[in-house]
């Protein structure tokens, strides 16, 4: 036929039965991957469990994705890291033991592990894998396919030889019901689940309960194999009376009390605004109970908590605490991240009047340079030094449109300034002003004398200090980036009050600036150093004039203050001295104008005084102050007289030397000081040094620029030492350059002779050179190798010109300082351990940060988060301290106890009590319990009455939050003749969830 000619007549379709399925790929891959973990019969290993043992509670996890089709699985596997040792498994000639997931059923030493995976705590396993759902699959509801899943692992199980329980996680997630199974050689245990949202009344007690466990494992033996119960009961805690406000309350009487926390000046609010621990869970149980030991029905119950013979507390915290340290301190950083200027933010009409006071520094150092005129003491006082600093900014802005206000603003400056809180007193009883209070500071604070300088911030209580402090203050409570400026633009005023009128800055340390600390400390000091340098002509003006040094206690001077001060105290006690010898002076011209022979008499008064009286008034006096201006014109001419005329300038011998080329002492001369530099000024005079290039003209420019203190000393040498030569000079100033050998004369006598060194012979040294183009002049005479008008100018304009981000950015070391500080003086009250060596690790690692040019602000805000971190903790810590009324000041046993039971329960997820309901800490819990109940229940509190008394109509436990259950038994399954085998039922009871998770076990070798 034509038909079947046709080859393509006729279709077959072949279906090849050889190829694998999708559901045979996903069980080759589940054997693959339980062989890659080494899970098959190959590598089992049996667990060494003994009764009582205790084992860790790290747990270690690997997973993989594996499929089914197109749906994604995520396979893991849970297993726990033992301490003890593992059995390989031994000959099975006898008997094959069984898995140890079977055993586990049946260990009675971790029936409610703290905290462990779901399935550690409803079946005790120490190992097991579990597959879930991807994360962006839908569950698995559907019964088929939940049967089809469990089909497939039990072909695994089966092909692999694996020993280990295998689970699969069904419907919805929320839910958490696992099915599973377990295989060994004729043993299988299933793992089933039950989930309800309510508790059905007949299951609602041990009893019913035991029903359940009875009628699943069906067993008909008599007598029945007893049957091991163990009960929790957990009771929660969450209104927590009697027990006081964690911050103290605003007090709006005061000028600063309008806040949480009683804030004040130089002090970093400290601790949480809301009660950080949330929740107090005490956990009652009952172990290892036989059926018929405890009744437990819907008409009674003997599970009564303070009868429970193990208790166990947790605690739960509140998630992110609003914490007032790590506030003010979050804040302070987001200020670093603005960008506005004073100007614009204060607005440019109220910055005028600022600036204006730094917009024409000709006009400054004209002034400067003007002699001045003789002042009363009474109007030197710095009592109104505030007020008259702020008038010009104040005479155009309202009171009312200040950003700040203008109490907090004059606390805050009398904060910053104390000593213009000094009251008015007369002449002639000064008042001791307090120019650095740094000395005591440090020496009470040793350990952390180096803290600061970890941290490049500034000295504990300096200037630079309580600036941060109230600049923080400022932005968190009082009008945040406008009265950050406000209060930064006053406090520059205030500095430049200061710099005209040669008062010194407060809180500061004498000398130059230390490069160790932060910028803007170093601009502060190198802003004293000018005034310093200011006020020295000042100070000899006071000497001529006979005026008394305010602020500088009467007497000689004290030796426990510092050098300075002791120099100024000397200072004044001359002018005292002075002071009387002019006014006996002038009585003795008085007295002796009455008689007869006036004019001899009071010419000779003036070299020699009556015997008896002021004999320091005569010619000594005259040789005292040598430097006095009458002289100066003498002292020129000699001084012009190359070298060879009177030495001047001259501060003491030098170690006996004399000079060379004659018998005249070698004496150290009256120099000038180095010019203090802070570090970006450092930075910019090594840049321009740099720029000089290494060509020989760049090369002897730069030599002559460093040489400029050189020539300076040289001059006063010569000056000090006339006849000198470089040698001299050379011994005194650098005694490695001058080389002495020993030889001896044309008589046998050895004699000392010396010469320059090799370096200094070398052609064109710069010493040489310097030696010939210095003259004779003394220091005092010498061009000032220090400005310190132009240098304090510098500074003034580099602060008016600061944008509060930037001051913000200066500051942060010095908060942040402020901050560990507070840390550590809040955790050495010994709350908590872990916070020590916390700190520590935080102090290492913003070292690093605060060292770096430009700040990595991600890292910073980490950092910041540690710190809020560890306040946490220790108002954690605070708190239950306070809740079980620790005694700082009482060092017994049962302090002893509570302190120790406070860091647990921070530190560990679960702390046994120590004997229960009887013991101390229990009583104190039963306390806080019954306490809670009487107030929710609005019952009386009546002390007087027991808290075990009949009469007590309150009970002193809420309803249990949980209860949990845990039935156990070894019988034989499925048939009476089956082997023993165990059996588990852990049972869930809460308000909204009832839960029975089984592990029941058969024989499948004899059923």
Known sequence: MPADDDPESEVFEITDFTTASEWERFVSRV??????????????????????????????????????????????HHFLKQDCEKEELKDKAEEDPLPSAMQDLLLMHNDFPPRAHCLVRWYGLREFVVITPGTNCEAIISESKCNLLLSSISIALANSGCQVPMFVQVQQKWRRIYTGECQGPGVRTDFEMVQLRKVPSQYNHLSGLLDIFKSKIGCNLLPLPPIDVSIRFTYILQDWQQHTWPQQPPDFDTVLGGEVGGVEFGNLPFGACEEPISELHLATTWPHLTKGTVVDNDVYSDLDPLQAPHWSVRVRAAENPQCLLGDFVTEFFKLCCRKESVEEVLGRGCAEEGGQENSDISSALSKLTEPAAAVPLTKLSVSSMVHSARKHIHRRRHVDESPLNIDILNSILLYLFPDAAVEKSSDNKPKTAHSSPLKTTESEKVPDDNLFLQLKAAPTDSLTHRLALCLC????????????????????????YRWENNYLIYGLAAGPPDLRCCLLHQKFQMLNCCIERKRAPELRYRWENNYLIYGLAAGPPDLRCCLLHQKFQMLNCCIERKRARDEAHREGVRDRGRGPASSTAGSISTREAPPGKFRDSGSDSEDEFFECCSDQEEVEEGGNNGGKGKAEGRLHPYNNMTLLNSTEPLYVPVTQEPAPMTEDQLEEHSEVLAKLGTSAEGTHLRARMQSACLVSDMESFKAANPGCVLEDFVRWYSPRDYVENAEVDEKGNQVMTGELSARMKIPG????????????????????????TKEAEKVLHYLAMQKPGDLARHLLPCLLHAAIQKLKEEESK??????????????????????????DYKKLEDFIKQLVEMETVITRARSLRAK??????????????????????????????????????????????SSAQRAALLSPLDEDVEPAGESRKVPDFPPPAGREILLRTCVPRPAPYSKALPQRLFCVLMKDEFRLAGAFSSDTSFF
Do not use: C
Not at 831 to 837: A, F, Q, R
């Open 765 to 788: 040294n710069m010493w040489v050179e310097a030696w010939e183009i210095s003259r004779v002049t003394p220091a005092r005479r010498q061009k000032r190798l220090f400005d310190d």
């Open 830 to 855: 010994g709350i908590t351990t872990s916070v020590e060596k916390n700190i520590q690790h935080a102090v290492s690692q913003v070292n690093k940060l605060l060292h770096s040019v430009n700040y």
């Open 884 to 929: 079980f009324a620790v005694d700082e000041d009482d060092q017994g046993d049962a302090t002893e106890e509570l302190v120790t039971f406070v860091s647990s329960l921070l530190e560990e997820p679960e702390v046994v009590v120590m004997g229960a309901g009887q013991g101390l800490i229990g009583r104190i819990i039963h306390r806080l319990f």
């Open 31 to 76: 054997e693959e991957v339980l062989t890659e973990w080494k899970l098959t019969e190959s590598s089992v290993e049996n667990w060494s469990s003994k009764n009582g043992e205790s084992i860790s509670d790290v747990w270690e996890e690997e997973s993989e994705d594996i499929s089914f089709a197109d749906f994604k699985f995520f396979i893991s």
């Open 473 to 496: 203050m400022v932005n968190y409570s009082y009008g945040g980036l406008p009265a950050v400026a406000h209060l930064w633009q006053e406090f520059v005023l205030e500095l430049r």
